[in-house]
């Protein structure tokens, strides 16, 4: 479920879109165990689906409006997050190694994962469901503008169910997909010059190949 301000964001950000009937289906693919991963906007239909973090069967979190020191609504930067749980946690990170740093661009005006239930917030600690963080160059997970783009709680980036197979992610693996995606890096400048270098995949990419993954061992 990709990015886009499905019915231009009305009221708040994917609640009209997490109604439409397709989600029915989708609950019930999920449920059969198959992976659904939602990207910004589809990030935003999954909690307010109910879908993420799915611990009572009813909406428990929102992704509110960004807290930015710089700009009020729409922000769009390149960030970094740290792979917050021990590989294979969810179906989105079986070749991550906990603690890694991955980075990827924000591009949302609401993107702050907010709960006002506490015990929300302990059970996903709990359950390991927090699967990504914003985080410093060095890898610690932060609060602080920038390396924090919206404020989010306890630095969450994204979220998965309990089960691992539904994961929300405000940032945008699918724009760093490849070494040719990165802003000015030291990866990047290694690879300048060198076509088969600048169309390897990134890290951002695990993403997807971990998807593939959990796919494939399931079959």
């Keep these: 479920m990709t990015g886009g301000w499905a019915y231009e964001d009305r009221i708040r950000a994917g609640v009209i879109a997490s109604k439409d009937p397709i989600i029915r289906d989708v609950r019930r693919q999920a449920e059969q165990g198959k992976p659904v991963l939602g990207i910004c906007n589809g990030a935003q239909v999954l909690v307010e689906a109910a879908m993420i973090p799915g611990l009572r069967g009813r909406v428990e979190m929102a992704l509110a409006p960004n807290r930015n020191p710089l700009v ?28 890694q740093v991955i980075p990827m661009p924000v591009a949302h005006g609401e993107g702050r994962f907010v709960t006002a239930d506490q015990d929300v917030l302990h059970d996903i ?20 503008f920038p390396w924090n783009p919206n404020g989010s709680t306890d630095a969450i980036a994204a979220i998965c169910n309990r089960e691992g197979n539904v994961m929300a992610i405000m940032p945008h693996p699918e724009r760093a997909s490849f070494v040719a995606n990165l802003p000015s890096c030291p990866e990047k400048i290694d690879a300048s010059g060198d076509i088969a270098m600048m169309r390897a995949p990134s890290a951002a990419n695990n993403v997807f190949t971990s998807m593939k993954r959990f796919i494939g061992e399931r079959q």
Excluded at 86 to 92: I, L, N, P, T
Excluded at 125 to 144: D, V
């Design 72 to 99: 009020s609504g729409y922000y769009c930067a390149w960030i970094r997050l740290r792979s917050a749980q021990q590989k294979g946690r969810c179906a989105y990170t079986m070749t991550y190694d906990e603690g």
């Design 125 to 144: 600690k709990k359950n390991g469901q927090i699967i990504f963080q914003y985080c410093t160059p060095e890898g610690e997970a932060t609060s602080e």
